[in-house]
């Protein structure tokens, strides 16, 4: 059974920076595309970003590019997420998932999805 585990939200002030990781367990996602989505309270889910297996080729939201960094250390079965120059919007639970197309990562329809952290910015 896969599990993700994700780590590293929290509150911060509008303009600063948090960097989430999400961990993979009871399997392997190193051949397997990686995306985060987010969901704030009374919206549906949206995706934020995703990264192929060798990370080189990146998708972003048109709301966090240039602010929100994807990465993946395949050795450590791990994505994370760098955010920076956060908004008030930004607030919401972040969730991260995983899947070998890509495709289907950002269209957000996969099997395995973590429990979410949950992000906080105070404007």
């Known amino acids: 059974q896969v599990q993700l585990e994700e780590s590293g939200g929290g509150l911060v002030q509008a303009g600063g920076s948090l960097k989430l990781s999400c961990t993979a367990s009871g399997g392997t996602f190193s051949r397997a595309a990686m995306g985060w989505f987010r969901q704030a309270p009374g919206k549906e889910r949206e995706f934020v970003a995703a990264?192929?297996?060798?990370?080189?080729?990146?998708r972003y939201a048109d709301s966090v590019k240039g602010r929100f960094t994807i990465s993946r250390d395949n050795a450590k079965n791990t994505v994370y997420l760098q955010m920076s120059s956060l908004k008030p919007d930004d607030t919401a639970v972040y969730y991260c998932t995983g899947n070998p197309a890509f495709a289907t990562v950002v269209a957000g329809r996969t099997t395995y999805w973590g429990q979410g952290t949950q992000v906080t910015v105070s404007s």
């Open positions: 990264t192929n297996y060798g990370g080189d080729h990146p």
